[in-house]
């Protein structure tokens, strides 16, 4: 099976003697924690300064979610050792890792397939209407409504930084150029400059809000919308779960609309894991505010955390030939798919073939990593990652275009995009495609046929 993250393959290779957290205590060889602390859970009142150093405690930090810190733990002590320790305490609800998440998509290069050059028409098959999103019909519409491109929508986009201004080293995508950006934030370095060190978050925010008509060549599903650019995830693309929850609740608190999350955790992670990253959720969508996932790159007959969470849009991905992609994950929970480029899964359906070199997605990035200055469309870039950020624009587009009333709930938000998507793969939904592939078109017309009814979430 092909892998679709080169981060995931660095981290397995630096992780892969650390499979194990202590007798009685253990995680598969492929997630990954922070080293050195603990995230834990009291049942009462926090550990006395007494009790902390007798349990190997060098210092404790908040934690986003209430009745929960995070530990760092004194040197010598490991991590299993530590929750041993802990989990044997009266006044511990729970102990465990700090696990980290990483962006869920390929930056692979070298594939072939490329359209030919041109403007968005030439380049973005994911936005047309047959193969893609329906992306004309959909901007047709919000310029009717007024509200063009999505514009007055703040979307959060949680992930490597964003290429949005130039500081130092970094420069603005060209792509940016009459894109607005709002409340910038960067949890990894702690500062107003969450500046991309990767290429992936400013390739998520471009396929949302890249701005037209600025020479640039392509265009964004939402190019009128607002983006707010917050840092979780480091220059490797990983980042931690507790990272991830605050970025979450910052996005909530200074205005998101919508939050995109390009980012999965290994499917060894499970609910308990992470709880942190689910309240943080749950906090959104009571605050009225969309969250979207993608399914994974596992080719998994499961969703990965956080798109496993029930109040975040899980999506999963496409090819060109309006196939299921082959490494994108499968549940009977998924909501949506929507373009993530790369090769046909093989399934019975006459319209996949897997031995076809289908184009990946394109959008205006780095070059490369090393050189945050130099912009260009690389080949390579394909995974539920490049998915995701076409349903959080589409959910930009219905808030927007008023189809729903001023201020639509999340739930309001994903029964229409799942009502208006374009059915795959027989019975709606169904485990391969959810409710189908996302027509931003439909959704944001006036008048919207439904694709059937919905089923119980």
Not at 236 to 249: F, K, S
Request: hydrophobic share 45%; net charge neutral; with cysteine.
């Amino acid at each position: 099976m092909k892998c679709h993250s080169l981060i995931r393959r660095c981290l397995l290779a630096l992780g892969a003697a650390g499979a194990t957290l202590g007798a009685g205590v253990s995680v598969a060889a492929a997630a990954d924690y922070v080293p050195g602390e603990v995230v834990v859970g009291y049942r009462s009142v926090p550990f006395s300064g007494v009790a902390a150093n007798r349990l190997g405690i060098r210092s404790v930090a908040t934690s986003p979610l209430p009745g929960e810190q995070v530990v760092k733990l004194a040197p010598g002590v490991s991590v299993g050792a530590a929750i041993r320790r802990l989990r044997g305490h009266s006044g511990i609800a729970y102990a465990a890792p700090d696990y980290l998440a990483h962006e869920a998509g390929s930056s692979s290069g070298g594939r072939g397939g490329l359209l030919p050059t041109g403007g968005w028409w030439a380049r973005q098959w994911n936005f047309h209407r047959a193969v893609g999103v329906n992306a004309s019909e959909a901007w047709a519409n919000l310029v009717a409504d007024g509200r063009p491109g999505g514009r007055g929508v703040v979307v959060a986009i949680l992930d490597t930084g964003v290429a949005y201004r130039d500081w130092q080293r970094f420069r603005i995508s060209p792509a940016f150029v009459g894109t607005r950006f709002v409340a910038p934030y960067d949890f990894i370095a702690g500062n107003r400059y969450p500046l991309d060190r990767l290429g992936h978050g400013t390739f998520i925010a471009g396929t949302i809000a890249d701005a037209t008509d600025n020479g640039a060549g392509l265009a964004g599903l939402a190019y009128g919308a607002s983006i707010m650019p917050v840092r979780v995830l480091d220059d490797t693309g990983a980042g931690d779960a507790i990272t991830i929850a605050r970025g979450i609740r910052y996005a909530v608190l200074h205005g998101a609309q919508v939050i995109n999350l390009s980012l999965e955790f290994d499917m060894t992670v499970t609910a308990g894991d992470i709880p942190d990253v689910i309240a943080a959720i749950s906090f959104a969508h009571r605050h009225g505010v969309v969250v979207v996932a993608p399914a994974g790159n596992d080719s998994a007959p499961r969703l990965a955390y956080p798109a496993r969470v029930r109040r975040a849009i899980s999506v999963g991905a496409t090819t060109l030939d309006r196939c299921l992609a082959d490494y994108s994950n499968t549940s009977p929970a998924l909501d949506l798919v929507a373009p993530g480029g790369g090769d046909d899964a093989d399934l019975a359906d006459r319209s996949c073939d897997p031995a076809r070199n289908l184009p990946d997605i394109m959008q205006m990035t780095f070059l490369s990593p090393l050189n945050p200055a130099r912009f260009g469309l690389p080949a390579g870039w394909y995974g539920t990652s490049m998915a995701c950020p076409h349903v959080a624009a589409a959910a930009a587009l219905v808030i927007a275009s008023g189809v729903l009333g001023p201020h639509p709930s999340p739930d309001q938000i994903l029964e229409r995009l799942e009502q208006t998507a374009q059915p795959l793969g027989g019975a709606v939904p169904n485990p391969d495609y959810g409710y189908g592939l996302l027509d931003a078109g439909a959704a944001t017309a006036r008048t919207a046929a439904s694709a059937g009814p919905r089923g119980a979430r």
